[in-house]
């Protein structure tokens, strides 16, 4: 049962950054390494969703709490609405999504084989504390200070 993080690198960032135009999207920008910009990144990048996609294909449970970009903004959605599709698609996998704001981007999609969630903290501290019995979450440990 491994977890991993994706490309962290791999980004789409929006404008005042020195970034380079995304195929297709005039409005947003694709930052190859987000390390060297000293900006924000707002939504996954191409490398990124490889990533995910390839960890999805390798687990048989996939547990996603919390959006991928900044979803209220329809050009940092896209990466997003793009894995929920994947995980529309997947056959013979447990998928549990906690949080309203990322189960908000499975509205009119719902599956029988997905478990949608609106708690996410509190999912998040059950799975930690009742399934982990750890008190770090193992995919959040790169992320603590």
Known sequence: SAVGV??????????????????????????????????GGFDCGPQGLRD???????ADVIFWNGCLGVIEDPRYRVGSAMIV?????????????????????????????IYLSTGGGALLAHIQSSVLGSPTVPGLAPFSL
């Open 85 to 113: 599709d994947y995980l529309l698609a997947q056959t013979g996998k447990q998928i549990i999504i906690g949080g309203g704001e990322t189960a908000s981007l499975f509205a009119g999609k719902e599956a029988e084989h």
């Open 6 to 39: 994706p490309s962290e690198n791999d980004a789409v960032g929006g404008a005042g950054h020195e970034l380079v135009e995304a195929p297709g999207e005039a409005s947003a920008t694709y930052m190859p390494d987000i390390a060297k910009t000293g900006g």
């Open 52 to 58: 995910l996609m390839a960890m999805i294909d390798a």
